[in-house]
C-alpha cells in the first residue's frame, strides 16, 4: 500500500512539472513565432552632406529595413482606418523643412484581404527629407530628433504600432566651408 502511494506522489509530481512547463514552453514558442516590432524594422539615417555649410540645402534620408516575411502600410494606406508610415521631425532653430518624400507603396493581397490589395511597403524603402540650415543655424555637431511611426504586420498578424525616435547627427560649417557630398548610393551624384 505504502508503495502505492509513493508512486502515485510521484506520478502527481511528474504531472505537476508537466502542465507548468507546458505553458511556459508554449510562451516561448510564441514569442520566437511574434517577434517584437523593433526586431522586424531597422532604420538608418544618413545625411547628404559633411559638414553641412549654414545656408545650403541639404537632405537627411531614413533607409527601413523590413525583415522578410513583413510588411508596413504604405504613408498612403489603402483604408482610412489603417495606419500610415510617417516621419517627422523636431527641427532645431535655424533649420527649416522644406519637402518630405515618401516612396510609392506596392499593392498586395494577403490572406486576410484576398479582395482589396494594400498599399504597403516591405523589403527595403527610404524616405528623404529636405532641409534647409539657415544662416543662424548653430555651428558645430548638432542631433535632429525625429519620429518613425508604423504598424508591421505579416500574412497574418499585425504588431502593435509604434512610435519609434530616431536621431539625425550632422555638423553644421559657416557658408564658406568645403564640404564633400554623402551617400551617393542614395542621394544620387
Do not use: W
Not at 522578410?68 to 516621419?87: E, F, K, Q, V
Not at 486576410?112 to 534647409?132: A, R
Amino acid at each position: 500500500m505504502t508503495r502505492k502511494i509513493v508512486c502515485s506522489f510521484f506520478a502527481a509530481m511528474i504531472l505537476l512539472a508537466v502542465s507548468m512547463a507546458i505553458p511556459g514552453s508554449l510562451n516561448s514558442a510564441q514569442d520566437q513565432v511574434t517577434p517584437k516590432a523593433s526586431a522586424v524594422v531597422k532604420p538608418q539615417l544618413f545625411v547628404s552632406l559633411d559638414p553641412v555649410p549654414r545656408g545650403r540645402e541639404f537632405q537627411v534620408a531614413l533607409v527601413i529595413e523590413i525583415a522578410r516575411g513583413y510588411h508596413m502600410n504604405s504613408h498612403h494606406p489603402s483604408d482610412a482606418y489603417l495606419i500610415p508610415t510617417t516621419l517627422t521631425s523636431q527641427l532645431p532653430a535655424g533649420f527649416q523643412l522644406l519637402d518630405t518624400n515618401y516612396p510609392d507603396g506596392q499593392l498586395q493581397k494577403f490572406s486576410f484581404s484576398p479582395d482589396q490589395p494594400l498599399n504597403v511597403y516591405s523589403g527595403s524603402v527610404t524616405v528623404k527629407l529636405k532641409l534647409q540650415a539657415q544662416a543662424g543655424a548653430p555651428l558645430g555637431p548638432l542631433s535632429i530628433p525625429m519620429t518613425l511611426r508604423y504598424q508591421a504586420c505579416n500574412d497574418s498578424t499585425c504588431l502593435p504600432p509604434v512610435k519609434l525616435p530616431l536621431e539625425g547627427k550632422i555638423v553644421v560649417g559657416s557658408a564658406d566651408s568645403k564640404t564633400q557630398a554623402s551617400h551617393p548610393e542614395i542621394f544620387g551624384r
